[in-house]
């Protein structure tokens, strides 16, 4: 922005930002106001649009530039303007606190993010209280000041340091009594008042999730008596109600480790177990969102206690009570309410696996027993529901997460034994269709987990399941569908019940609501019966002839071409051919008409639809070739090539076709290995031409594939670096655009995989060429790229890089490599562990780490005393304070990291010693990354 703009132009956009009738309008408003708070004037602006309180509008825009500005750029502003700010922040939050309480949150939180960085402002707490302690009409502000304090000490938008953030939870702590006092105080004034309740109860909740509360203090004190008499009121309002909850919840959460705040934990769980009779009350008055807040405290207290749950069940803080509370939650006839205490359940089953005490499992079976009782009967559909269950609306998740569940902690109950009791619930009686229904569901979640083994029950609920009438409901038809789909082994067992069964899945096939179901079965069927299927290759292949006569989703057409493929490869070898290229006829028939602009005759004219479904063919015909046999496949693919060829050439500016060629091509090279070495030339030469004009990354990876398969041919390589020098030229271009790296994060991931296939197949190629200098500026530049797959790409190539250097795998090129890599490392060492320090500590984010560990680990195995020297350096350079005067590492902590690292005996050790040091540092160092220029 050039130039400071007047305030009238600032009011203007702002209306416009909220009142321009006009969408064009509002935007170009929108776009003028976020360049304004990126810019210095921000800070004066919005001072004085907070002074001036014209209107709302302009007070928010304020006080939100405010808080971002802070949050932000607070490196911006110089120390000795610091006072001045924190002075202005406080007088625009008393006098603005009647206008808007979404600008009183906004100014807090500018308050509080100035108080986490300005180092200078000591016991900001103690300021606070004592300045408006004894102004009723400053405690609303206060006590949301004290609010946000304990929430923003962990906010990802502010990056404060590890000692910094130390600093401050120690000050807190020391206040937090203080804070507890006023909290107390304010009810006592307050009495009823609701407004009041709620900023306490907020205020209270987030010191507890902050953890800094004294446990003993707490409870002795009569907030918590407050708490449960608000909750055990049935007149309490749905607000309040809420607040109140959501402190408990957070108290429960704040004393996880029971056995160290035993007197807190003692009140918390006798607390909690009043609220059973104002739950029944809630449920009787239909009240859902009071129902769902108890059942989330009844869930937290059972997660909070789950470890002495487990380790004394029924005796003191184990009671089993709290078991029978989220059950009669269970009981309850809406599902979100039993949604709620999922976690704790797979929580309870993951502790009972790991320990596997039979006595101990013989104590909890029947809570599981009566849980998966409920769960099927809230799995059942209204019984006036028409079609078939739908899986994408929230129902439908539902049941996903319930078919989760079960499979989690069926092995309580035991699979054969709760199978068997689901389908004597059906044999028994005469149940209604939505009974059925959800019992097969339940039946087809734990199918795979019971032992197909001469089980009769299995065999005789596969016989029944295949014999259903057409006359049911098409959703008993549906799910019994799936059903059969998961008991694929029992047919693989049983293979009497295969025609049957593909007989049942084929009438589904033809039906529209049951297609894509059908398909997904036959495709499990096809997947573990592939030795029993091979008789049925030939109606597999009609299917697949006519895919698009039945109604399938993607998904479920692509899932039959791949069970297809899978029982293609185990035809006998003289077969495979004629098969093959009957199977691709259709996809290549459809991609010719498309080249050729004929009509599909109502096919898709997508290509992507058909180069799909020859990719996966691809992927899964893996026939067993012995040695030097010709690859039945080879034939069929030299034949395909010219039309993925002209596909490719035809449709080179398009992305999403281009990339799913390069998918297509990829599987096909990956099918017949060194058999597709007659396509390496032509594949290559036309990757490289579309490349210099459309550089899709796709390429890139497909040239990592080449590279993987061909790497080691001899009479490859050398064709294989022209390839790889072709491809760099451009993809450097590209990366050493303005944001480059960030905006192209694929080709980064993409490049790398290549380089590290010719580190892999042929390091001395490499590290003989020109480009390798080239490819190794590019990794430095792009350490601190956060993108998870790019830099983890980035990362196993400079590992792989100089391992090359180091592992002595008795090859006569050893100390050839050894030697490149030592005048690699020469070059650009001391720069890669300065990059790789600075992007830990300022880029990117923690679960980065290892990899980074694993480069730095290879450095020192290369040359330890170098690395020891160029670690020192980069420690060096590392900026030791804040702009807020806080300082983000002492001398102690960068000579005990080092002797950390450079002392290490595994890569482990020096990961754990990076994760330590780098806990979240601030970005005050900011002016390193932006002078990082790709070279």
Request: charged fraction near 20%; glycine fraction near 4%; charge should be negative.
């Amino acid at each position: 922005m050039e130039g400071k703009p007047n305030l009238t132009l600032v009011f203007q956009a702002v209306q416009a930002l909220y009142h321009d009738p006009d969408p064009a309008g509002k935007e170009r408003a929108s776009v003028w106001l976020g360049e304004l708070q990126r810019s210095m004037y921000a800070w004066e602006i919005a001072d004085q649009l907070l002074q001036l309180k014209q209107d709302v509008e302009s007070c928010y825009f304020a006080a939100q530039t405010m808080k971002m500005k802070i949050q932000t750029s607070f490196y911006e502003l110089p120390p000795e303007t610091h006072n001045a700010l924190r002075d202005s922040l406080l007088t625009h939050i008393q006098n603005l606190k009647d206008l808007s309480p979404i600008i009183v949150t906004q100014l807090a939180l500018a308050i509080a993010d100035l108080a986490l960085q300005m180092a200078s402002w000591k016991g900001c707490v103690h300021t606070l209280i004592e300045k408006y302690n004894n102004d009723i009409s400053s405690m609303p502000f206060l006590i949301e000041i004290l609010t946000v304090l304990p929430e923003e000490v962990h906010s990802r938008s502010l990056r404060i340091g590890a000692n910094r953030r130390t600093e401050i939870i120690e000050d807190l702590a020391y206040y937090s009594s203080t804070v507890v006092t006023l909290l107390t105080s304010c009810v006592e004034k307050a009495g009823t008042e609701e407004k009041m309740l709620i900023k306490v109860f907020r205020c209270l909740g987030s010191w507890f999730n902050l953890g800094v509360l004294d446990s003993n203090f707490m409870a002795g004190n009569q907030l918590l008596m407050v708490l449960f008499q608000v909750l055990q009121r049935d007149e309490t309002s749905t607000n309040l109600h809420e607040a109140a909850s959501d402190c408990v919840c957070s108290a429960l959460y704040a004393i996880e480790n029971v056995d160290t705040n035993m007197g807190l934990a003692l009140q918390l769980f006798q607390g909690v177990l009043t609220l059973e009779t104002a739950y029944h009350m809630a449920v009787a008055r239909e009240d859902l969102d009071k129902v769902l807040n108890y059942c989330r405290i009844f869930t937290e207290l059972c997660e909070t206690f789950l470890e002495t749950t487990v380790r004394s069940p029924g005796q003191g803080m184990g009671d089993l009570r709290t078991l029978e509370l989220l059950l009669i939650c269970a009981g309850h006839p809406q599902y979100e309410v039993v949604e709620i205490s999922f976690n704790f359940w797979y929580r309870l089953g993951e502790h009972l696996y790991k320990i596997n005490d039979t006595a101990l499992h013989t104590i909890f079976r029947p809570y599981i027993q009566r849980l998966l009782h409920c769960l099927a009967r809230h799995c059942q559909l209204d019984p006036d529901h028409e079609g078939i269950p739908e899986d994408t609306d929230d129902f439908g998740e539902f049941r996903m997460r319930v078919s989760d569940l079960v499979k989690d902690v069926i092995f309580l109950v035991g699979s054969m034994e709760c199978f068997s009791q689901l389908y004597s619930t059906l044999k028994e009686g005469n149940p209604s269709w939505e009974v059925t229904e959800a019992v097969l569901f339940i039946m087809a979640a734990i199918a795979k987990s019971v032992d197909p083994e001469n089980n009769p029950t299995l065999a005789e609920v596969l016989q029944q399941v295949v014999l259903l009438p057409e006359t049911v409901h098409i959703a008993v038809r549906f799910t019994s569908i799936e059903l059969v789909g998961e008991m694929s082994e029992v047919v693989d067992r049983n293979p009497r019940f295969l025609d049957p069964v593909l007989n049942y899945l084929m009438k589904g096939l033809r039906e529209q609501p049951l297609a894509s179901a059908a398909a997904k079965s036959i495709h499990n069927i096809c997947s573990v019966c592939r030795d029993h299927m091979a008789q049925h290759f030939q109606g597999l292949l009609d299917i697949a002839r006519a895919l698009d006569t039945f109604a399938l989703s993607t998904e479920a057409a692509v899932g039959l071409l791949k069970g297809t493929a899978l029982v293609l490869a185990r035809l006998p070898l003289e077969k495979i051919a004629e098969c093959l290229s009957d199977l691709c006829a259709v996809q290549v028939l459809a991609l010719k008409k498309l080249l050729s602009e004929e009509s599909t005759n109502g096919k898709s004219a997508d290509p992507t639809v058909w180069l799909d479904r020859l990719a996966v063919i691809f992927r899964h015909t893996n026939p067993i070739v012995e040695n030097g046999q010709t690859h039945p496949c080879q034939k069929v693919i030299q034949e395909i090539w010219p039309v993925l060829s002209d596909t490719l050439n035809t449709h080179q500016a398009d992305n999403r076709i281009v990339e799913r060629c390069c998918r297509c091509l990829r599987f096909a090279v990956r099918c017949v290995g060194k058999g597709s070495a007659n396509l390496l030339q032509p594949l290559v030469t036309q990757m490289v031409s579309v490349y210099q004009v459309y550089p899709h990354s796709c390429f890139l990876y497909l040239g990592s594939i080449l590279v993987d398969e061909y790497g080691m041919e001899e009479g490859c390589r050398q064709g294989l670096l022209d390839m790889l020098q072709a491809l760099c030229m451009p993809t450097f271009q590209l990366l050493e655009m303005q944001n480059g790296l960030r905006n192209h994060p694929d080709t980064v991931d993409d490049l790398f995989r290549l380089a590290t296939r010719f580190v892999q197949r042929s390091p001395v190629t490499l590290l003989s060429s020109s480009i390798i200098v080239h490819i190794i500026q590019c990794a430095v530049a792009a350490a601190s790229l956060d993108h998870r797959d790019a830099n983890c790409s980035v990362m196993k190539f400079m590992r792989d890089l100089i391992h090359t250097g180091v592992s002595n795998d008795h090859e006569e090129d050893f100390e050839l490599r050894k030697q490149l890599i030592g005048q690699a490392m020469g070059q650009h060492g001391q720069q890669l562990i300065t990059q790789l320090m600075t992007s830990c500590c300022f880029c990117l984010p923690p679960y980065t780490l290892p990899d980074v560990a694993e480069v730095l680990w290879e450095v020192m195995l290369f040359d330890r005393p170098t690395f020891c020297r160029w670690l020192e350096n980069a420690l060096k350079a590392l900026p030791k304070e804040t702009s807020g005067g806080a300082v983000t590492v002492t001398h102690k902590q960068l000579t005990d990291f080092h002797k950390q690292v450079t002392s290490a005996e595994e890569c482990k050790q020096v990961c754990w010693a990076i994760r330590e040091f780098t806990r979240p540092v601030p970005i005050a160092a900011t002016f390193s990354l932006h002078r990082l220029i790709f070279c």
